[in-house]
């Protein structure tokens, strides 16, 4: 139940949560770049993105950052991985992984034209504040419901179609359901209740289609299988794509209707999909 609640309420305020720790130590970052010292060791994986990290010290896990670069002159045991980055090596660094560097043409340059705009900047800000609390909530929804969401995140390519009629009878029968309680004065109180359930059915499917996208991507980047990671991915390129005109609008309306399917079909991942 305290794990519901914690949920509903940074779902209620959306604001970007600086860092979260899971219990391997596991160290992330949001739009902040993360400074490992010379007497610091970190015993996990370290995640920035749309931040920078320096490593001065030791890691015994990977590290990796989205949008951001890696400066390496102390110890990293894991993989080095910078997407749409560079990573830079001291002369007295030392990483026993492997090197990637993913080279995404234009995003950071994209994202920073954009934050450098006087027309609509206020806007812009809004935008990427928004997706940095959606990937904070995210974060911490999969931190909470690690199984559920893995659970139904695994049956996302499952039925498709099916899914999206499920999730767009239910966009159908919201208004009326909504006037249904209009009209009677005991169903008033249910309304928010209602568009509470709505929003966090929709944000539960978003999750999901978040997480296999960027397992998709993953496939290709070849970097180490890690459910938050793989969310950071599939979350990022869906922002991007919801910055074209048309095209984004698009996209969020076949992402909103399929994720209120894959919630309804697995009951918020408690339930199978069916074969």
């Known amino acids: 139940m305290k794990k519901i609640l914690v949920l509903i309420f940074a779902l209620l305020l959306?604001?970007?949560i600086p860092a979260l720790a899971t219990e391997k130590n596991d160290l992330i970052q949001i739009n902040k770049d993360i400074i490992v010292d010379s007497n610091e060791v970190v015993?996990?994986?370290?995640?920035a993105i749309m931040g920078d990290i320096?490593?001065?010290?030791?890691?015994?896990?990977?590290?990796?950052?989205?949008?951001?670069?890696?400066?390496v002159n102390g110890e990293v045991t894991g993989d080095v991985t910078a997407v749409g980055g560079r990573v830079i090596r001291g002369e007295t660094s030392k990483i026993y992984g492997k090197t990637t560097e993913v080279k995404i043409s234009g995003v950071r340059?994209?994202?920073?034209?954009?934050?450098?705009?006087?027309?609509?900047?206020?806007?812009i800000w809004f935008k990427i504040?928004?997706?940095l609390g959606l990937l904070a909530v995210g974060i911490l929804a999969i931190l909470l419901f690690p199984n559920s969401i893995k659970m139904a995140s695994g049956v996302v390519e499952k039925e498709v179609g099916r899914k999206m009629l499920i999730g767009l009878a239910i966009l159908l029968l919201t208004p009326v359901m909504l006037?249904?309680?209009?009209?009677?004065?005991?169903?008033?109180?249910?309304?928010?209740?209602?568009?509470?359930?709505?929003y966090a059915a929709g944000f539960f499917g978003y999750l999901c289609i978040s997480i296999v996208i960027g397992r998709k991507l993953n496939e290709h980047l070849k970097m180490k299988t890690e459910i938050l990671l793989e969310f950071a991915l599939g979350a990022l390129l869906l922002w991007l794509i919801n910055l074209v005109p048309f095209i984004g609008s698009l996209t969020s309306a076949i992402v909103l209707i399929t994720s209120l399917g894959i919630t309804a079909e697995t009951r918020f991942g408690t339930k199978r999909s069916i074969e």
């Open 179 to 198: 006037l249904l309680l209009l009209i009677t004065l005991i169903g008033i109180p249910l309304i928010p209740i209602l568009l509470l359930l709505l």
């Open 109 to 123: 340059n994209m994202v920073n034209d954009i934050t450098r705009q006087n027309t609509n900047r206020r806007y």
């Open 43 to 47: 015993t996990g994986d370290i995640i």
């Open 129 to 131: 504040v928004r997706f």
């Open 54 to 71: 320096r490593v001065d010290g030791k890691v015994t896990g990977d590290v990796v950052a989205i949008l951001g670069d890696i400066r």
């Open 14 to 16: 959306l604001v970007p």
